[in-house]
Protein backbone atom coordinates (compact mmCIF):
# COMPACT_ATOMS: atom_id res chain seq x y z
CA UNK A 1 0.00 0.00 0.00
CA UNK A 2 2.62 2.70 0.67
CA UNK A 3 4.65 1.70 -2.83
CA UNK A 4 1.26 1.86 -4.10
CA UNK A 5 0.31 5.28 -2.77
CA UNK A 6 4.21 6.15 -3.22
CA UNK A 7 4.07 5.57 -7.08
CA UNK A 8 0.36 7.72 -7.22
CA UNK A 9 2.03 10.92 -5.51
CA UNK A 10 5.50 10.68 -7.36
CA UNK A 11 4.29 10.69 -11.17
CA UNK A 12 2.09 13.75 -12.95
CA UNK A 13 0.02 11.29 -14.92
CA UNK A 14 -1.64 9.42 -11.88
CA UNK A 15 -2.50 13.04 -10.07
CA UNK A 16 -3.62 14.53 -13.06
CA UNK A 17 -5.89 11.12 -13.74
CA UNK A 18 -7.12 11.48 -9.78
CA UNK A 19 -7.38 15.04 -10.55
CA UNK A 20 -9.67 14.53 -13.13
CA UNK A 21 -11.55 11.68 -11.26
CA UNK A 22 -12.34 13.60 -8.54
CA UNK A 23 -13.62 16.62 -10.47
CA UNK A 24 -15.63 14.74 -12.79
CA UNK A 25 -17.12 12.89 -10.10
CA UNK A 26 -18.16 15.67 -7.90
CA UNK A 27 -19.71 17.10 -11.37
CA UNK A 28 -21.91 14.64 -12.29
CA UNK A 29 -22.61 13.58 -8.58
CA UNK A 30 -23.95 17.63 -8.65
CA UNK A 31 -25.38 17.53 -11.87
CA UNK A 32 -27.54 14.66 -11.09
CA UNK A 33 -28.61 16.26 -7.84
CA UNK A 34 -29.74 19.34 -9.59
CA UNK A 35 -32.00 17.44 -11.87
CA UNK A 36 -33.20 15.52 -8.98
CA UNK A 37 -34.46 18.83 -7.72
CA UNK A 38 -36.58 19.66 -10.63
CA UNK A 39 -33.75 21.39 -12.62
CA UNK A 40 -33.59 20.31 -16.25
CA UNK A 41 -31.50 22.89 -18.00
CA UNK A 42 -31.03 22.15 -21.64
CA UNK A 43 -29.91 19.09 -23.95
CA UNK A 44 -26.66 19.92 -23.64
CA UNK A 45 -26.43 19.54 -19.59
CA UNK A 46 -27.52 15.84 -20.16
CA UNK A 47 -25.10 15.44 -22.56
CA UNK A 48 -22.39 17.26 -20.50
CA UNK A 49 -23.46 15.42 -17.12
CA UNK A 50 -24.35 11.98 -18.69
CA UNK A 51 -21.70 11.36 -21.88
CA UNK A 52 -19.03 13.72 -21.80
CA UNK A 53 -18.25 13.59 -17.97
CA UNK A 54 -18.50 10.19 -17.77
CA UNK A 55 -15.85 9.53 -20.32
CA UNK A 56 -13.83 11.90 -19.14
CA UNK A 57 -13.92 9.91 -15.59
CA UNK A 58 -12.95 6.69 -17.04
CA UNK A 59 -9.95 8.34 -19.04
CA UNK A 60 -9.08 9.50 -15.51
CA UNK A 61 -9.51 6.32 -13.66
CA UNK A 62 -7.13 4.78 -16.91
CA UNK A 63 -4.48 7.62 -16.10
CA UNK A 64 -3.83 6.37 -12.50
CA UNK A 65 -3.16 2.72 -13.08
CA UNK A 66 -0.76 3.94 -16.09
CA UNK A 67 1.23 6.68 -14.05
CA UNK A 68 1.70 3.68 -11.64
CA UNK A 69 2.64 1.05 -13.89
CA UNK A 70 5.65 4.05 -15.47
CA UNK A 71 6.43 4.85 -11.60
CA UNK A 72 7.45 1.48 -11.20
CA UNK A 73 9.19 1.05 -14.39
CA UNK A 74 11.32 3.88 -13.49
CA UNK A 75 11.93 2.06 -9.59
CA UNK A 76 12.92 -1.08 -11.53
CA UNK A 77 15.66 0.51 -14.01
CA UNK A 78 16.62 2.67 -10.73
CA UNK A 79 16.83 -0.52 -9.24
CA UNK A 80 18.60 -2.21 -11.80
CA UNK A 81 21.39 0.45 -11.53
CA UNK A 82 22.38 -0.29 -7.93
CA UNK A 83 19.50 2.10 -6.39
CA UNK A 84 17.75 0.94 -3.84
CA UNK A 85 14.23 0.27 -4.54
CA UNK A 86 10.81 1.55 -2.52
CA UNK A 87 9.72 -1.37 -0.33
CA UNK A 88 7.36 -4.21 -1.72
CA UNK A 89 4.10 -3.44 0.19
CA UNK A 90 2.75 -5.42 2.50
CA UNK A 91 -0.96 -5.69 3.06
CA UNK A 92 -1.04 -6.41 7.19
CA UNK A 93 -4.47 -5.66 7.54
CA UNK A 94 -4.09 -6.00 11.41
CA UNK A 95 -2.06 -2.96 11.10
CA UNK A 96 -4.88 -0.57 11.80
CA UNK A 97 -3.34 2.26 9.33
CA UNK A 98 -3.28 -0.58 6.41
CA UNK A 99 -6.61 -1.62 7.10
CA UNK A 100 -8.33 1.67 6.85
CA UNK A 101 -6.26 2.86 3.54
CA UNK A 102 -7.64 -0.35 2.28
CA UNK A 103 -11.07 0.49 3.76
CA UNK A 104 -11.14 4.09 2.36
CA UNK A 105 -9.54 2.50 -1.38
CA UNK A 106 -12.50 -0.03 -1.60
CA UNK A 107 -15.05 2.75 -0.83
CA UNK A 108 -13.75 5.11 -3.47
CA UNK A 109 -13.77 2.22 -5.51
CA UNK A 110 -17.61 1.27 -5.35
CA UNK A 111 -18.40 4.73 -5.59
CA UNK A 112 -16.40 4.95 -8.90
CA UNK A 113 -18.80 1.88 -9.74
CA UNK A 114 -22.17 3.66 -8.51
CA UNK A 115 -21.27 6.67 -10.76
CA UNK A 116 -20.22 5.22 -13.65
CA UNK A 117 -23.16 3.13 -13.12
CA UNK A 118 -25.56 5.99 -13.16
CA UNK A 119 -23.80 8.07 -15.79
CA UNK A 120 -24.49 5.22 -18.32
CA UNK A 121 -28.15 4.71 -17.36
CA UNK A 122 -28.54 8.23 -17.44
CA UNK A 123 -26.29 8.75 -20.73
CA UNK A 124 -28.87 6.08 -22.33
CA UNK A 125 -31.87 8.02 -21.26
CA UNK A 126 -30.65 11.41 -22.39
CA UNK A 127 -29.95 10.18 -25.81
CA UNK A 128 -34.01 8.56 -25.30
CA UNK A 129 -35.30 11.94 -24.98
CA UNK A 130 -36.76 13.99 -27.62
CA UNK A 131 -35.07 16.89 -26.81
CA UNK A 132 -31.71 15.45 -27.51
CA UNK A 133 -33.40 14.48 -30.63
CA UNK A 134 -33.99 17.40 -31.60
CA UNK A 135 -32.29 20.16 -30.60
CA UNK A 136 -28.27 18.68 -29.90
CA UNK A 137 -27.96 18.84 -33.94
CA UNK A 138 -29.99 22.09 -34.02
CA UNK A 139 -29.32 23.21 -37.82
CA UNK A 140 -30.20 19.84 -39.08
CA UNK A 141 -32.32 18.29 -36.95
CA UNK A 142 -34.28 21.68 -36.74
CA UNK A 143 -36.65 21.04 -40.01
CA UNK A 144 -38.16 17.67 -38.57
CA UNK A 145 -38.10 19.06 -35.17
CA UNK A 146 -40.27 21.80 -35.98
CA UNK A 147 -42.42 19.87 -37.98
CA UNK A 148 -43.14 17.11 -35.21
CA UNK A 149 -44.25 19.47 -32.61
CA UNK A 150 -47.08 20.62 -34.72
CA UNK A 151 -47.71 16.89 -35.46
CA UNK A 152 -50.97 14.69 -33.58
CA UNK A 153 -47.59 12.26 -32.13
CA UNK A 154 -45.95 15.43 -30.71
CA UNK A 155 -45.96 13.57 -26.87
CA UNK A 156 -44.81 10.75 -28.13
CA UNK A 157 -40.71 10.18 -28.12
CA UNK A 158 -38.68 9.88 -30.85
CA UNK A 159 -37.44 6.33 -29.52
CA UNK A 160 -40.73 4.62 -29.39
CA UNK A 161 -41.40 5.02 -33.17
CA UNK A 162 -37.72 5.32 -34.81
CA UNK A 163 -36.43 2.18 -32.64
CA UNK A 164 -39.23 0.65 -31.06
CA UNK A 165 -38.99 -1.89 -28.12
CA UNK A 166 -36.33 -4.38 -27.77
CA UNK A 167 -32.24 -4.58 -27.34
CA UNK A 168 -31.59 -5.39 -31.59
CA UNK A 169 -32.94 -2.14 -32.70
CA UNK A 170 -31.59 0.03 -30.07
CA UNK A 171 -27.99 -1.36 -30.81
CA UNK A 172 -28.10 -0.60 -34.71
CA UNK A 173 -29.91 2.76 -33.87
CA UNK A 174 -26.86 3.36 -31.73
CA UNK A 175 -24.27 2.60 -34.15
CA UNK A 176 -26.30 3.97 -36.80
CA UNK A 177 -25.85 7.12 -34.61
CA UNK A 178 -22.08 7.52 -35.13
CA UNK A 179 -22.19 7.78 -38.45
CA UNK A 180 -24.28 10.80 -38.21
CA UNK A 181 -22.39 12.36 -35.99
CA UNK A 182 -19.51 12.07 -37.87
CA UNK A 183 -21.48 13.88 -40.49
CA UNK A 184 -22.65 16.27 -38.53
CA UNK A 185 -19.62 17.33 -36.72
CA UNK A 186 -17.80 17.34 -40.79
CA UNK A 187 -21.01 18.72 -42.40
CA UNK A 188 -20.64 16.14 -45.25
CA UNK A 189 -24.57 15.73 -44.58
CA UNK A 190 -26.82 16.18 -47.45
CA UNK A 191 -29.33 18.72 -47.72
CA UNK A 192 -32.42 18.51 -47.25
CA UNK A 193 -31.83 15.49 -45.60
CA UNK A 194 -33.89 12.38 -47.71
CA UNK A 195 -36.68 10.61 -45.85
CA UNK A 196 -34.85 7.39 -44.10
CA UNK A 197 -37.33 5.27 -46.20
CA UNK A 198 -35.22 2.24 -46.24
CA UNK A 199 -33.34 1.98 -42.44
CA UNK A 200 -37.44 2.50 -40.43
CA UNK A 201 -38.24 -0.74 -38.30
CA UNK A 202 -41.68 -2.22 -40.06
CA UNK A 203 -44.82 -0.24 -38.75
CA UNK A 204 -45.57 -3.45 -36.97
CA UNK A 205 -43.56 -3.63 -34.50
CA UNK A 206 -43.76 0.15 -33.83
CA UNK A 207 -46.96 2.10 -35.39
CA UNK A 208 -49.17 -0.97 -34.45
CA UNK A 209 -47.95 -1.21 -30.63
CA UNK A 210 -51.13 1.72 -30.53
CA UNK A 211 -52.87 1.38 -33.51
CA UNK A 212 -54.20 -1.82 -34.29
CA UNK A 213 -55.27 -2.56 -38.24
CA UNK A 214 -57.34 -5.25 -36.74
CA UNK A 215 -59.82 -2.41 -34.94
CA UNK A 216 -62.68 -1.49 -37.34
CA UNK A 217 -62.96 2.27 -37.08
CA UNK A 218 -65.94 2.74 -40.08
CA UNK A 219 -66.85 5.59 -41.66
CA UNK A 220 -65.89 9.55 -40.72
CA UNK A 221 -66.89 12.63 -41.42
CA UNK A 222 -63.66 15.12 -42.56
CA UNK A 223 -64.39 19.45 -43.09
CA UNK A 224 -62.11 20.95 -45.34
CA UNK A 225 -62.07 24.28 -45.02
CA UNK A 226 -61.36 26.77 -48.29
CA UNK A 227 -61.32 30.21 -49.66
CA UNK A 228 -61.39 31.84 -52.57
CA UNK A 229 -58.58 34.38 -53.98
CA UNK A 230 -61.42 37.22 -54.66
CA UNK A 231 -61.48 39.94 -52.74
CA UNK A 232 -63.78 38.85 -49.79
CA UNK A 233 -61.81 35.88 -49.28
CA UNK A 234 -64.94 33.87 -50.14
CA UNK A 235 -65.19 30.93 -47.57
CA UNK A 236 -66.34 27.59 -49.23
CA UNK A 237 -66.48 23.72 -47.61
CA UNK A 238 -65.77 20.42 -48.61
CA UNK A 239 -67.18 18.04 -46.79
CA UNK A 240 -65.95 14.31 -47.58
CA UNK A 241 -67.44 11.21 -45.77
CA UNK A 242 -63.85 9.57 -45.29
CA UNK A 243 -63.86 5.40 -45.16
CA UNK A 244 -61.43 4.23 -42.98
CA UNK A 245 -62.70 0.94 -43.03
CA UNK A 246 -60.46 -1.93 -41.27
CA UNK A 247 -61.98 -5.16 -40.03
CA UNK A 248 -65.74 -5.96 -39.22
CA UNK A 249 -66.03 -9.65 -38.37
CA UNK A 250 -64.25 -11.85 -40.74
CA UNK A 251 -63.88 -9.12 -43.83
CA UNK A 252 -61.81 -6.00 -43.91
CA UNK A 253 -63.70 -2.70 -45.81
CA UNK A 254 -62.59 0.74 -46.82
CA UNK A 255 -58.79 2.34 -47.07
CA UNK A 256 -57.44 0.00 -43.85
CA UNK A 257 -58.21 -3.11 -46.12
CA UNK A 258 -54.49 -2.68 -47.02
CA UNK A 259 -53.62 -4.31 -43.59
CA UNK A 260 -55.84 -6.58 -42.96
CA UNK A 261 -53.94 -9.88 -41.72
CA UNK A 262 -55.37 -11.60 -44.30
CA UNK A 263 -53.99 -9.47 -47.17
CA UNK A 264 -50.29 -9.31 -48.45
CA UNK A 265 -49.23 -6.51 -50.70
CA UNK A 266 -46.05 -6.15 -52.39
CA UNK A 267 -44.60 -3.60 -54.73
CA UNK A 268 -41.76 -2.48 -56.92
CA UNK A 269 -40.95 0.78 -56.90
CA UNK A 270 -38.06 3.19 -57.18
CA UNK A 271 -35.62 3.89 -54.64
CA UNK A 272 -37.95 6.64 -53.51
CA UNK A 273 -41.17 4.91 -53.44
CA UNK A 274 -42.64 7.43 -55.67
CA UNK A 275 -43.25 5.75 -58.71
CA UNK A 276 -44.37 2.43 -58.43
CA UNK A 277 -44.12 -0.02 -61.29
CA UNK A 278 -45.77 -3.54 -60.34
CA UNK A 279 -48.34 -4.52 -56.96
CA UNK A 280 -48.62 -8.23 -55.91
CA UNK A 281 -51.38 -8.31 -54.38
CA UNK A 282 -52.51 -11.78 -51.70
CA UNK A 283 -55.60 -11.86 -50.77
CA UNK A 284 -57.08 -13.40 -47.44
CA UNK A 285 -58.20 -17.16 -49.82
CA UNK A 286 -54.57 -17.07 -51.13
CA UNK A 287 -55.53 -16.08 -54.43
CA UNK A 288 -52.40 -13.88 -55.92
CA UNK A 289 -53.13 -11.54 -58.62
CA UNK A 290 -50.25 -8.97 -60.40
CA UNK A 291 -50.94 -5.56 -61.63
CA UNK A 292 -48.00 -3.54 -63.96
CA UNK A 293 -47.64 0.31 -65.63
CA UNK A 294 -45.20 -0.98 -67.74
CA UNK A 295 -41.20 -2.34 -67.22
CA UNK A 296 -39.40 -1.38 -63.91
CA UNK A 297 -36.15 0.04 -64.49
CA UNK A 298 -32.84 -1.76 -63.03
CA UNK A 299 -32.67 -0.97 -59.58
CA UNK A 300 -36.14 -1.14 -58.67
CA UNK A 301 -36.60 -2.73 -55.42
CA UNK A 302 -39.31 -4.67 -54.37
CA UNK A 303 -41.48 -4.16 -50.72
CA UNK A 304 -43.80 -5.60 -48.56
CA UNK A 305 -46.45 -2.66 -47.87
CA UNK A 306 -47.07 -1.07 -44.28
CA UNK A 307 -48.39 1.69 -42.49
CA UNK A 308 -45.78 4.03 -43.85
CA UNK A 309 -46.43 3.64 -47.15
CA UNK A 310 -49.31 6.03 -47.25
CA UNK A 311 -48.83 7.17 -43.77
CA UNK A 312 -45.09 8.46 -44.78
CA UNK A 313 -44.96 11.48 -42.54
CA UNK A 314 -47.53 10.66 -39.69
CA UNK A 315 -44.81 12.71 -37.44
CA UNK A 316 -43.52 15.50 -39.35
CA UNK A 317 -45.70 16.72 -41.93
CA UNK A 318 -44.60 19.94 -44.26
CA UNK A 319 -48.20 21.62 -45.49
CA UNK A 320 -48.29 23.39 -48.66
CA UNK A 321 -49.39 27.11 -48.53
CA UNK A 322 -52.72 27.14 -49.87
CA UNK A 323 -53.24 24.30 -47.11
CA UNK A 324 -51.57 26.40 -44.73
CA UNK A 325 -53.35 29.88 -45.10
CA UNK A 326 -56.92 27.92 -45.34
CA UNK A 327 -56.39 26.64 -41.93
CA UNK A 328 -55.41 29.94 -40.29
CA UNK A 329 -58.33 32.08 -41.39
CA UNK A 330 -60.46 28.97 -40.14
CA UNK A 331 -59.37 29.09 -37.39
CA UNK A 332 -58.97 33.24 -37.23
CA UNK A 333 -55.26 33.63 -37.11
CA UNK A 334 -56.03 35.25 -40.04
CA UNK A 335 -58.61 37.78 -40.58
CA UNK A 336 -61.29 36.90 -43.08
CA UNK A 337 -62.37 40.74 -43.77
CA UNK A 338 -58.62 41.80 -45.05
CA UNK A 339 -59.15 42.09 -48.64
CA UNK A 340 -57.37 39.37 -51.53
CA UNK A 341 -55.70 38.57 -48.01
CA UNK A 342 -55.64 34.75 -48.94
CA UNK A 343 -54.16 35.58 -52.68
CA UNK A 344 -51.58 37.82 -51.53
CA UNK A 345 -50.80 35.32 -48.44
CA UNK A 346 -49.71 32.09 -50.59
CA UNK A 347 -48.18 34.78 -53.49
CA UNK A 348 -46.28 35.94 -50.84
CA UNK A 349 -45.33 32.55 -49.18
CA UNK A 350 -44.29 31.20 -52.48
CA UNK A 351 -41.92 33.76 -52.87
CA UNK A 352 -38.09 33.20 -52.80
CA UNK A 353 -36.06 34.33 -50.06
CA UNK A 354 -32.70 33.80 -48.93
CA UNK A 355 -33.35 32.49 -45.42
CA UNK A 356 -36.39 32.31 -42.75
CA UNK A 357 -35.83 35.77 -41.46
CA UNK A 358 -35.58 37.20 -45.04
CA UNK A 359 -38.72 35.54 -45.34
CA UNK A 360 -40.06 37.18 -42.67
CA UNK A 361 -39.30 40.71 -43.35
CA UNK A 362 -40.17 40.16 -46.65
CA UNK A 363 -43.96 38.85 -46.28
CA UNK A 364 -44.44 42.12 -43.62
CA UNK A 365 -43.00 44.51 -46.31
CA UNK A 366 -44.75 43.21 -49.05
CA UNK A 367 -48.54 42.66 -47.62
CA UNK A 368 -48.03 46.18 -46.12
CA UNK A 369 -46.83 47.51 -49.53
CA UNK A 370 -49.92 45.60 -51.05
CA UNK A 371 -52.75 47.32 -48.79
CA UNK A 372 -50.74 50.61 -48.55
CA UNK A 373 -50.88 50.78 -52.45
CA UNK A 374 -54.54 48.98 -53.01
CA UNK A 375 -56.38 50.02 -50.21
CA UNK A 376 -54.68 52.97 -47.83
CA UNK A 377 -58.20 53.11 -46.47
CA UNK A 378 -57.04 49.52 -45.03
CA UNK A 379 -53.82 50.47 -44.19
CA UNK A 380 -54.27 53.01 -42.11
CA UNK A 381 -57.26 51.48 -40.11
CA UNK A 382 -56.40 47.68 -39.49
CA UNK A 383 -52.37 48.68 -39.37
CA UNK A 384 -52.55 46.05 -36.52
CA UNK A 385 -54.00 43.53 -38.40
CA UNK A 386 -51.99 43.53 -41.46
CA UNK A 387 -49.05 43.20 -38.63
CA UNK A 388 -50.44 40.52 -37.11
CA UNK A 389 -51.15 38.78 -40.35
CA UNK A 390 -47.76 39.19 -41.23
CA UNK A 391 -46.54 37.88 -37.97
CA UNK A 392 -49.08 34.51 -38.93
CA UNK A 393 -47.46 34.20 -42.20
CA UNK A 394 -43.75 34.88 -41.03
CA UNK A 395 -44.45 31.37 -38.43
CA UNK A 396 -45.97 29.35 -41.63
CA UNK A 397 -43.14 30.08 -43.31
CA UNK A 398 -40.62 29.54 -40.58
CA UNK A 399 -42.81 25.87 -40.01
CA UNK A 400 -42.15 24.57 -43.85
CA UNK A 401 -39.43 26.03 -45.35
CA UNK A 402 -35.90 25.96 -44.24
CA UNK A 403 -33.41 27.74 -47.07
CA UNK A 404 -30.43 26.76 -44.64
CA UNK A 405 -31.10 22.69 -45.52
CA UNK A 406 -32.34 23.45 -48.74
CA UNK A 407 -36.37 22.63 -47.91
CA UNK A 408 -38.97 24.48 -49.71
CA UNK A 409 -42.36 23.96 -50.44
CA UNK A 410 -43.02 20.15 -51.63
CA UNK A 411 -39.87 19.15 -50.89
CA UNK A 412 -41.08 15.99 -48.58
CA UNK A 413 -44.43 14.93 -50.03
CA UNK A 414 -47.25 13.56 -47.81
CA UNK A 415 -48.43 10.53 -49.51
CA UNK A 416 -51.61 10.61 -47.45
CA UNK A 417 -55.25 11.67 -50.26
CA UNK A 418 -53.94 12.88 -53.87
CA UNK A 419 -53.79 16.70 -53.39
CA UNK A 420 -50.24 17.86 -53.31
CA UNK A 421 -48.36 14.27 -54.29
CA UNK A 422 -49.52 11.07 -56.50
CA UNK A 423 -50.49 9.72 -52.47
CA UNK A 424 -53.04 7.17 -53.33
CA UNK A 425 -52.65 7.22 -56.95
CA UNK A 426 -49.29 5.65 -57.33
CA UNK A 427 -51.23 2.33 -57.39
CA UNK A 428 -55.19 3.88 -57.70
CA UNK A 429 -54.34 4.98 -61.38
CA UNK A 430 -55.85 3.08 -63.51
CA UNK A 431 -52.89 2.62 -65.66
CA UNK A 432 -51.85 -0.75 -63.52
CA UNK A 433 -53.29 -3.44 -65.28
CA UNK A 434 -53.46 -7.61 -64.71
CA UNK A 435 -52.78 -9.73 -67.39
CA UNK A 436 -56.47 -10.60 -67.27
CA UNK A 437 -57.27 -7.16 -68.27
CA UNK A 438 -58.22 -5.86 -64.58
CA UNK A 439 -57.07 -2.37 -63.56
CA UNK A 440 -56.63 -1.15 -60.00
CA UNK A 441 -59.60 1.89 -60.00
CA UNK A 442 -59.36 5.08 -59.78
CA UNK A 443 -62.62 5.36 -58.52
CA UNK A 444 -62.86 8.33 -56.06
CA UNK A 445 -65.46 6.16 -54.18
CA UNK A 446 -63.61 3.72 -53.06
CA UNK A 447 -61.86 5.61 -50.64
CA UNK A 448 -64.43 8.43 -49.57
CA UNK A 449 -68.18 10.25 -50.29
CA UNK A 450 -68.17 13.52 -51.67
CA UNK A 451 -71.11 14.99 -49.31
CA UNK A 452 -69.98 18.73 -50.47
CA UNK A 453 -67.14 20.12 -53.13
CA UNK A 454 -66.33 23.61 -51.96
CA UNK A 455 -69.97 24.55 -50.92
CA UNK A 456 -70.27 28.57 -49.09
CA UNK A 457 -72.53 26.99 -46.36
CA UNK A 458 -72.94 22.71 -47.14
CA UNK A 459 -76.87 21.69 -45.85
CA UNK A 460 -75.13 18.41 -44.86
CA UNK A 461 -73.28 20.11 -41.86
CA UNK A 462 -76.62 21.46 -41.13
CA UNK A 463 -78.38 18.15 -41.10
CA UNK A 464 -75.70 16.81 -38.75
CA UNK A 465 -75.56 19.61 -36.22
CA UNK A 466 -79.29 18.50 -35.54
Known amino acids: ?90 LDLNDARIRNRALVFAVLTALNVVILATATYKGVETMDTTRFCGKTCHSVMQPEFTAFQRSPHANVRCVDCHIGPGAGWFVKSKLSGVGQVVAVTTGIYPRPIPTPVHNLRPARETCQQCHWPSKFVGDRVKVIPGF ?37 IRYLSDDKRETIYEIEMRNARGEVRRYASGAAPAGAVWRTMDCVDCHNRPSHTFHMPVEEVDTAMSDGRLPKDLPFLHRESIRLLKAPYPSQEAARKGIAQGLQDFYAKQYPAVAASRGAAIRDSAAVLGVIYGSNVFPSMKIGWGTYPNHIGHENSPGCFRCHDDAHKSKDGRTISQDCSLCHGLLA ?7 ILKSLQQ
Do not use: C
Open 453 to 459: VQEKDPA
Open 228 to 264: GDDEANAEQKTVLLMRVGGKEGSASKGIHWHVDPGVR
Open 1 to 90: MKSFFIALTRNPISLFGAAVVTATGILIVTLFTFELFGFEGGPYSGILAYLILPVLFIAGLLLIPLGIFRQRRRDRQAAARGEAPPAFPV
